[in-house]
């Protein structure tokens, strides 16, 4: 099964814009990761916030949690072409953090 | 850091016969080892998780099976192939106290 939903599932915008995706998960959790995947090949991790953050920044990616809404956003500033790709959320579960459940992506295309 | 080996890259099997996919895991000791399947253009799927030598978390058991027979090999097997087990199928690690996920590059599987 799967943990996490994710919205808009396809996402296309112009370089320079901000780009905004959500996810939304059904248990209680420990940390919530977001995953970049390129087409055809394997995931790379982006960043990880924990349960008791509400938000965390790396370089262009800012993240927020709201645990009580039990949902996610990343939010790409000033994209570029190379930022298209899928992105994904992932969760552990607050009682069994060794099992990792991945949401259902969102496709961004950003145009030059 | 971990390197992980995966492969093949393509496989193309007929109905009916026997799957096996090994991955395996270098620069690190005691990982715990996922397999994760991706249908085209959508999300990650949890298959199996292990967190040691012989131990095994089944979340989709149906057709497909997982084995750990050393610490840093993971093997996915199938005894007769369905059409419906198509997909990219990525194996992946967390290590020690480091939360984040690792990926192979995965295997393209078709089923004819």
């Known amino acids: 099964s799967q943990q996490g939903e994710e919205d808009p599932q396809a996402l296309s915008i112009q370089e320079g814009e901000n780009a905004t995706m959500n996810c939304s998960y059904k248990t209680s959790i420990n940390n919530l990761q977001w995953y970049r995947q390129n087409s055809g090949r394997g995931l790379v991790h982006l960043i990880l916030?924990?349960?008791?953050?509400r938000e965390k920044h790396s370089g262009r990616l800012r993240v927020t949690l709201d645990t009580s809404k039990k949902s996610s956003s990343l939010l790409i500033t000033a994209s570029r072409a190379a930022d298209t790709a899928s992105y994904f959320c992932?969760?552990?579960?607050?009682?069994?953090?060794?099992?990792?459940?991945f949401g259902t992506g969102t496709r961004l295309q950003v145009f030059p | 850091s971990q390197t992980i080996h995966q492969w093949p890259a393509t496989l193309v099997q007929p109905v009916g016969s026997p799957l096996s996919l090994e991955c395996t895991v270098e620069?690190?000791?005691?990982?715990?080892l996922y397999w994760y399947r991706q249908a085209a253009g959508r999300g990650l799927q949890l298959l199996f998780y292990s967190v040691g030598i012989g131990q095994i978390s089944s979340e989709v058991p149906q057709n497909l099976s997982a084995s750990r027979p050393q610490d840093r090999q993971f093997i996915l097997s199938s005894k007769k192939l369905l059409l419906s087990d198509s997909g990219f199928y990525l194996c992946a690690c967390v290590t020690g106290t480091n939360e984040k996920l690792f990926f192979g590059s995965g295997t393209q599987l078709s089923v004819l």
């Open positions: 620069g690190t000791s005691n990982p715990n």
């Open positions: 916030i924990r349960s008791n953050e």
């Open positions: 992932a969760t552990d579960e607050a009682y069994n953090t060794d099992k990792l459940i």
